[in-house]
C-alpha cells in the first residue's frame, strides 16, 4: 500500500551526496588502474551499497528507487566517462557510441535489478 496520502518527496542533496561519494571512489579507483572493468565495479558496489540501504528501510517502491538507481549511477560513471572512455584516442566514432550504448544497456539493466532487490515488500505496512 505504501503512503496512500504522504507523497514523500525526494531528497535530492543526499541522493546527490551518495553519487558524489560514488564519483570520488570511481576516481581513485580511476587513477590507481586505467581498466575499466574496475571502475564498472566500484560503480556497481556502489550501487549495491545504496540498494542494500534502501532494502533495509523498506520505504521504497520500484518507480522511485530505479529512479534514485539510475540518477547515483549517472554522477557514479561520470569519472569512467572522462578518465577512460572519452580520452582513447586510437577509437573512432562508432567504437565510442557502440562503447557508450553498451555501457547504458548495461547500467539500465543493474539499475533495474537493484531496484527489484530495493523495493518494499508486498504486505509490508
Same mark, same amino acid.
Given at each position: 500500500?505504501? /503512503?496512500? *496520502?504522504?507523497?514523500?518527496?525526494?531528497?535530492?542533496?543526499?541522493?546527490?551526496?551518495?553519487? $558524489? $561519494?560514488?564519483?570520488? $571512489?570511481?576516481? *581513485?579507483?580511476?587513477? %590507481?588502474?586505467?581498466?575499466?572493468?574496475?571502475?564498472?565495479? %566500484?560503480? #556497481?558496489?556502489?550501487?549495491?551499497?545504496?540498494?542494500?540501504?534502501?532494502?533495509?528501510?523498506?520505504? *521504497?517502491?520500484?518507480?522511485?528507487?530505479?529512479? @534514485?538507481?539510475?540518477? $547515483?549511477?549517472?554522477?557514479?560513471?561520470? =569519472?569512467?566517462?572522462?578518465? #577512460?572512455?572519452? =580520452?582513447?584516442? /586510437?577509437?573512432?566514432?562508432?567504437? #565510442? @557510441?557502440?562503447?557508450?550504448?553498451?555501457?547504458?544497456?548495461?547500467?539500465?539493466?543493474?539499475?533495474?535489478?537493484?531496484?527489484? @532487490?530495493?523495493?518494499? =515488500?508486498?504486505?509490508?505496512?
Amino acid at each position: 500500500m505504501g /503512503n496512500l *496520502f504522504l507523497r514523500e518527496k525526494e531528497n535530492w542533496f543526499a541522493w546527490s551526496v551518495w553519487g $558524489v $561519494v560514488g564519483a570520488i $571512489v570511481t576516481f *581513485f579507483v580511476a587513477m %590507481s588502474t586505467k581498466q575499466p572493468h574496475y571502475l564498472g565495479l %566500484s560503480a #556497481v558496489v556502489i550501487l549495491l551499497l545504496l540498494t542494500w540501504w534502501m532494502h533495509s528501510t523498506k520505504r *521504497f517502491d520500484f518507480g522511485r528507487a530505479f529512479k @534514485i538507481c539510475c540518477y $547515483v549511477l549517472t554522477i557514479t560513471c561520470l =569519472p569512467a566517462f572522462a578518465l #577512460v572512455i572519452i =580520452p582513447s584516442y /586510437n577509437l573512432n566514432k562508432i567504437d #565510442v @557510441i557502440v562503447q557508450g550504448s553498451g555501457f547504458a544497456i548495461v547500467s539500465l539493466i543493474v539499475c533495474l535489478v537493484c531496484s527489484l @532487490i530495493a523495493k518494499r =515488500p508486498k504486505q509490508y505496512y
